[in-house]
């Protein structure tokens, strides 16, 4: 099965300056919702690495947030 027109596509480009705005990005700094609530590694007990953050549908605001956390092992 192909899709022919996606109903989202995802077009990266560089920033010039830093995003303070709920749209998908990578890297940086997340830009919250709410209040911050930076994730801990239950591992390593130390905060998490932001990847990135992804707009979700509807007409508020509603944002997924990733984090990954790595050591000299590799991710965990």
Not at 53 to 71: H, I, K, S, V
Request: a positive charge.
């Amino acid at each position: 099965m192909t899709i022919e027109n996606p109903p989202y596509r995802l077009l990266l480009t560089p920033a010039e300056k830093p995003i303070r705005e709920h749209v998908t990005k990578f890297g940086g700094a997340p830009v919250w919702v709410n209040e911050p609530q930076w994730p801990l590694s239950r591992r390593l007990e130390r905060p998490m690495m932001f990847i990135g953050q992804f707009r979700l549908p509807g007409p508020e605001p509603r944002m997924a947030y990733l984090f990954m956390t790595y050591d000299d092992i590799g991710c965990t």
